[in-house]
Protein backbone atom coordinates (compact mmCIF):
# COMPACT_ATOMS: atom_id res chain seq x y z
CA UNK A 1 0.00 0.00 0.00
CA UNK A 2 1.12 3.60 -0.87
CA UNK A 3 2.26 5.76 1.98
CA UNK A 4 0.04 8.00 2.48
CA UNK A 5 1.06 12.19 1.06
CA UNK A 6 -1.30 14.23 2.38
CA UNK A 7 -0.82 18.04 1.88
CA UNK A 8 0.08 19.84 4.93
CA UNK A 9 -1.30 22.64 6.23
CA UNK A 10 0.33 24.96 9.00
CA UNK A 11 -0.72 27.75 11.09
CA UNK A 12 0.66 29.46 14.12
CA UNK A 13 -3.12 28.64 15.48
CA UNK A 14 -6.39 28.33 14.35
CA UNK A 15 -6.42 30.96 11.75
CA UNK A 16 -5.19 28.57 8.53
CA UNK A 17 -8.29 26.28 9.22
CA UNK A 18 -10.32 29.33 7.05
CA UNK A 19 -7.91 28.48 4.30
CA UNK A 20 -8.11 24.68 4.88
CA UNK A 21 -11.82 24.84 4.89
CA UNK A 22 -11.41 26.35 1.43
CA UNK A 23 -9.19 23.59 0.58
CA UNK A 24 -11.47 21.42 1.40
CA UNK A 25 -14.43 23.19 -0.55
CA UNK A 26 -12.30 23.65 -4.00
CA UNK A 27 -10.09 20.39 -4.07
CA UNK A 28 -11.88 17.67 -1.65
CA UNK A 29 -10.10 14.77 -2.90
CA UNK A 30 -7.08 14.98 -1.32
CA UNK A 31 -5.92 14.56 1.42
CA UNK A 32 -4.95 16.94 4.43
CA UNK A 33 -2.80 17.39 7.16
CA UNK A 34 -3.34 20.18 9.41
CA UNK A 35 -0.90 21.41 12.49
CA UNK A 36 -1.91 24.63 14.41
CA UNK A 37 1.29 25.48 16.42
CA UNK A 38 -0.80 26.73 19.05
CA UNK A 39 1.13 26.12 22.02
CA UNK A 40 3.41 28.85 21.29
CA UNK A 41 0.98 31.26 19.05
CA UNK A 42 0.57 33.93 18.55
CA UNK A 43 3.24 34.29 15.83
CA UNK A 44 2.56 38.27 15.21
CA UNK A 45 4.95 39.05 17.98
CA UNK A 46 7.65 37.38 17.97
CA UNK A 47 11.26 37.66 16.54
CA UNK A 48 12.20 36.61 12.83
CA UNK A 49 14.64 34.07 14.78
CA UNK A 50 11.89 33.01 16.48
CA UNK A 51 8.96 32.66 14.17
CA UNK A 52 11.76 30.90 11.67
CA UNK A 53 12.93 28.42 14.24
CA UNK A 54 9.31 27.24 14.67
CA UNK A 55 7.98 27.14 11.24
CA UNK A 56 10.91 24.83 10.73
CA UNK A 57 10.35 22.80 13.13
CA UNK A 58 7.01 22.27 12.48
CA UNK A 59 7.41 22.00 8.48
CA UNK A 60 10.25 19.21 9.26
CA UNK A 61 7.56 17.10 11.24
CA UNK A 62 5.09 17.42 8.41
CA UNK A 63 7.88 16.28 6.10
CA UNK A 64 8.24 13.73 8.32
CA UNK A 65 4.58 12.77 8.20
CA UNK A 66 4.88 12.57 4.35
CA UNK A 67 3.82 15.44 3.09
CA UNK A 68 5.33 16.84 0.04
CA UNK A 69 3.76 19.95 -0.09
CA UNK A 70 3.05 22.25 2.68
CA UNK A 71 1.13 25.46 3.05
CA UNK A 72 2.56 28.35 5.20
CA UNK A 73 -1.78 29.55 5.77
CA UNK A 74 0.17 31.79 8.80
CA UNK A 75 1.19 35.58 7.10
CA UNK A 76 3.74 36.03 9.84
CA UNK A 77 5.61 32.35 8.95
CA UNK A 78 5.24 33.52 5.36
CA UNK A 79 6.07 36.92 5.77
CA UNK A 80 9.35 36.05 8.32
CA UNK A 81 10.29 32.18 7.28
CA UNK A 82 9.06 31.05 3.85
CA UNK A 83 12.39 32.32 2.28
CA UNK A 84 14.71 31.25 4.13
CA UNK A 85 13.02 27.91 4.50
CA UNK A 86 12.71 27.49 0.47
CA UNK A 87 16.14 28.81 -0.07
CA UNK A 88 18.34 27.24 2.69
CA UNK A 89 16.56 24.55 4.17
CA UNK A 90 14.29 22.48 1.23
CA UNK A 91 17.55 22.14 -0.56
CA UNK A 92 19.04 20.57 2.32
CA UNK A 93 16.49 18.44 3.34
CA UNK A 94 14.53 17.21 -0.14
CA UNK A 95 14.98 19.35 -3.10
CA UNK A 96 11.76 17.85 -4.38
CA UNK A 97 9.20 18.80 -1.93
CA UNK A 98 7.75 21.80 -1.83
CA UNK A 99 6.54 24.65 0.47
CA UNK A 100 4.28 27.82 -0.36
CA UNK A 101 3.19 30.87 1.53
CA UNK A 102 -0.31 32.63 1.42
CA UNK A 103 1.52 36.22 0.52
CA UNK A 104 2.37 35.86 -2.69
CA UNK A 105 -1.04 34.70 -4.17
CA UNK A 106 -3.02 37.67 -2.45
CA UNK A 107 -0.24 39.98 -3.93
CA UNK A 108 -0.55 38.72 -7.71
CA UNK A 109 -4.45 39.12 -7.56
CA UNK A 110 -4.97 42.28 -5.08
CA UNK A 111 -4.06 45.06 -7.78
CA UNK A 112 -6.91 43.56 -10.19
CA UNK A 113 -9.95 45.01 -7.78
CA UNK A 114 -8.48 48.94 -7.38
CA UNK A 115 -9.58 51.50 -9.41
CA UNK A 116 -7.97 54.40 -7.64
CA UNK A 117 -4.39 52.31 -7.32
CA UNK A 118 -4.55 52.71 -3.35
CA UNK A 119 -4.24 49.53 -1.17
CA UNK A 120 -4.83 49.11 2.24
CA UNK A 121 -3.67 46.12 4.64
CA UNK A 122 -4.67 44.97 7.82
CA UNK A 123 -2.20 42.24 9.21
CA UNK A 124 -0.15 41.52 12.26
CA UNK A 125 2.54 43.73 13.51
CA UNK A 126 5.40 40.94 12.41
CA UNK A 127 3.62 40.91 8.81
CA UNK A 128 3.52 44.85 8.75
CA UNK A 129 7.00 45.04 10.05
CA UNK A 130 8.76 42.21 7.33
CA UNK A 131 7.07 44.82 4.53
CA UNK A 132 6.42 41.61 3.04
CA UNK A 133 3.46 43.11 1.32
CA UNK A 134 4.36 46.04 0.00
CA UNK A 135 7.08 44.50 -1.82
CA UNK A 136 5.54 41.77 -3.35
CA UNK A 137 2.74 43.88 -4.34
CA UNK A 138 5.22 46.20 -6.27
CA UNK A 139 6.31 43.15 -8.20
CA UNK A 140 3.01 43.04 -9.88
CA UNK A 141 1.56 46.49 -9.40
CA UNK A 142 4.82 48.73 -8.99
CA UNK A 143 2.37 51.75 -9.31
CA UNK A 144 0.01 50.84 -6.37
CA UNK A 145 0.06 52.46 -3.34
CA UNK A 146 0.14 50.35 -0.15
CA UNK A 147 -0.83 51.23 3.28
CA UNK A 148 -0.76 48.51 6.22
CA UNK A 149 -2.16 48.86 9.71
CA UNK A 150 -0.97 46.82 12.34
CA UNK A 151 -3.55 45.30 14.81
CA UNK A 152 -2.16 43.34 17.19
CA UNK A 153 -5.37 42.64 19.10
CA UNK A 154 -7.06 41.01 16.52
CA UNK A 155 -5.67 37.81 16.61
CA UNK A 156 -6.29 37.37 20.58
CA UNK A 157 -10.01 38.66 19.48
CA UNK A 158 -10.76 35.69 17.50
CA UNK A 159 -8.73 33.37 19.30
CA UNK A 160 -10.43 33.37 23.06
CA UNK A 161 -13.85 34.15 20.40
CA UNK A 162 -14.15 37.49 22.20
CA UNK A 163 -14.59 39.23 19.09
CA UNK A 164 -18.46 37.93 18.73
CA UNK A 165 -19.24 40.45 21.19
CA UNK A 166 -20.25 44.37 20.62
CA UNK A 167 -17.42 45.76 23.32
CA UNK A 168 -15.21 44.17 20.98
CA UNK A 169 -16.19 46.70 18.34
CA UNK A 170 -13.84 49.66 19.17
CA UNK A 171 -10.80 48.06 19.12
CA UNK A 172 -11.64 46.80 15.43
CA UNK A 173 -12.73 50.43 14.72
CA UNK A 174 -9.93 52.07 15.55
CA UNK A 175 -7.86 50.58 13.38
CA UNK A 176 -10.36 50.83 10.55
CA UNK A 177 -10.17 54.49 10.90
CA UNK A 178 -6.96 54.72 11.18
CA UNK A 179 -5.91 52.87 7.94
CA UNK A 180 -8.46 55.35 6.52
CA UNK A 181 -7.18 58.52 7.78
CA UNK A 182 -4.15 57.88 6.52
CA UNK A 183 -5.26 56.72 3.30
CA UNK A 184 -8.52 58.13 2.09
CA UNK A 185 -8.35 57.09 -1.23
CA UNK A 186 -8.19 52.93 -0.65
CA UNK A 187 -10.42 51.13 -2.29
CA UNK A 188 -9.21 47.41 -1.71
CA UNK A 189 -7.94 46.31 1.79
CA UNK A 190 -6.48 42.33 2.37
CA UNK A 191 -6.99 40.77 5.35
CA UNK A 192 -3.63 39.75 5.38
CA UNK A 193 -3.89 37.32 8.21
CA UNK A 194 -5.87 33.88 8.06
CA UNK A 195 -7.71 34.66 11.33
CA UNK A 196 -9.38 37.90 9.90
CA UNK A 197 -12.16 36.31 7.85
CA UNK A 198 -14.46 36.02 11.03
CA UNK A 199 -13.95 39.48 11.38
CA UNK A 200 -15.47 40.19 8.14
CA UNK A 201 -18.49 41.09 8.66
CA UNK A 202 -17.85 43.70 11.11
CA UNK A 203 -15.34 45.06 8.85
CA UNK A 204 -17.60 45.27 5.89
CA UNK A 205 -19.74 47.31 7.97
CA UNK A 206 -16.93 49.76 9.21
CA UNK A 207 -15.03 50.31 6.22
CA UNK A 208 -16.24 53.40 3.59
CA UNK A 209 -19.01 52.57 1.19
CA UNK A 210 -17.48 50.57 -2.08
CA UNK A 211 -13.92 49.58 -0.82
CA UNK A 212 -13.53 45.93 -1.79
CA UNK A 213 -12.44 43.69 1.09
CA UNK A 214 -10.10 40.42 -0.10
CA UNK A 215 -10.19 37.53 2.22
CA UNK A 216 -7.37 35.00 1.64
CA UNK A 217 -8.95 32.07 2.12
CA UNK A 218 -10.34 31.33 -1.43
CA UNK A 219 -7.52 33.11 -2.79
CA UNK A 220 -4.87 30.73 -2.02
CA UNK A 221 -7.05 27.79 -2.55
CA UNK A 222 -7.89 29.15 -6.25
CA UNK A 223 -3.87 29.18 -5.86
CA UNK A 224 -3.21 25.89 -5.46
CA UNK A 225 -5.15 24.22 -7.67
CA UNK A 226 -3.49 26.37 -10.10
CA UNK A 227 -0.29 25.24 -8.79
CA UNK A 228 -1.39 21.17 -9.03
CA UNK A 229 -2.07 21.58 -12.64
CA UNK A 230 1.06 23.42 -12.89
CA UNK A 231 3.11 20.90 -11.57
CA UNK A 232 1.80 17.52 -12.69
CA UNK A 233 5.04 15.68 -10.99
CA UNK A 234 4.07 16.70 -7.50
CA UNK A 235 0.61 16.68 -7.89
CA UNK A 236 0.68 13.12 -8.67
CA UNK A 237 2.39 12.17 -5.31
CA UNK A 238 -0.53 13.72 -3.18
CA UNK A 239 -2.64 11.30 -1.92
CA UNK A 240 -6.54 11.45 -2.51
CA UNK A 241 -8.36 9.40 0.03
CA UNK A 242 -10.52 12.32 1.50
CA UNK A 243 -8.20 11.89 4.64
CA UNK A 244 -8.71 14.55 7.21
CA UNK A 245 -6.23 14.99 10.31
CA UNK A 246 -6.07 17.86 12.81
CA UNK A 247 -3.15 18.36 15.31
CA UNK A 248 -2.20 20.97 17.71
CA UNK A 249 0.60 21.42 19.74
CA UNK A 250 -1.80 22.81 22.75
CA UNK A 251 -4.54 20.90 24.49
CA UNK A 252 -6.79 19.20 21.81
CA UNK A 253 -9.92 19.64 23.99
CA UNK A 254 -9.10 23.34 23.49
CA UNK A 255 -8.20 23.53 19.60
CA UNK A 256 -10.94 21.46 19.10
CA UNK A 257 -13.34 23.65 20.94
CA UNK A 258 -12.49 26.61 19.34
CA UNK A 259 -11.89 25.17 15.57
CA UNK A 260 -15.59 24.63 14.49
CA UNK A 261 -15.55 28.29 14.29
CA UNK A 262 -12.53 28.93 11.96
CA UNK A 263 -13.50 25.16 9.99
CA UNK A 264 -17.43 25.20 9.68
CA UNK A 265 -17.72 22.20 11.08
CA UNK A 266 -16.37 19.58 14.12
CA UNK A 267 -12.96 19.06 14.75
CA UNK A 268 -11.32 16.12 16.81
CA UNK A 269 -7.41 16.73 17.20
CA UNK A 270 -4.68 15.44 18.15
CA UNK A 271 -1.99 16.25 20.00
CA UNK A 272 1.85 16.86 19.29
CA UNK A 273 4.64 17.42 21.50
CA UNK A 274 7.25 19.36 19.80
CA UNK A 275 9.32 20.25 23.50
Given at each position: ME??????????????????????????LYDYLYLGDNARAPYGSHSFE????????????????????????CNTASAKALRTIQQKDLPRIDPAVRVLGVIRPTAETAGNYSRTGNLGIFATSGTVASGSYPLEIAKFFPEMTVVQEACPIWVP???TGEYQDPAADPFIQKHVDRLFA??????????GCTHYPLLLPKIIRMIPAGVTVLSQDRIVADNLRSYLVRHPELESRCTKEGKREFLTTDSPETFSGHATDFFGRVVLAGHLDLS
Open positions: SPHPIGVFDSGFGGLTVMRAFENLLPTVYANTLQCVEYLLGRGCRLIILALVERAPKTDVVIL
